[in-house]
């Protein structure tokens, strides 16, 4: 639902998002961020990091992630789900396998806001 909030005496479009009024242009720019955001906080976990370190490379199956990282499948198909979940990991089915490949583009995308962030940049048009 959009609101109107007068500004220095200018009626801007906006809605409120968490408590804060936001104009639509920056509502936009946030709900563009989702995904790297989600994404930053996937990675906010060792063995996820570590999942995603060796699927950077090759596709690796469940089984193998199990032995190379000694955690086990449960474990690692519910850091694969939230990897999935945010978008960092694509999952492909190969027979009775289940292939875990690292999705590089939103990787590009976090990258590049990172770089904004030590650019001084403003994401949200603050």
Known sequence: MHRYHIH???VISGKFVY???VAVREVESI????DPVRAFRALGQETRFKILDLVSSKAFSVGELEKQLGVSQSAISQQLKILHEAGLVRLRREGKYTLCSM?????EEVRNLLTM??????????
């Open 8 to 10: 220095n005496e200018h």
């Open 19 to 21: 408590g804060c009024f």
């Open 31 to 34: 709900e563009r961020s989702r």
């Open 103 to 107: 999705n590089h583009s939103l990787l």
């Open 117 to 126: 962030l030590l650019d001084g940049k403003h994401m949200f048009s603050l």
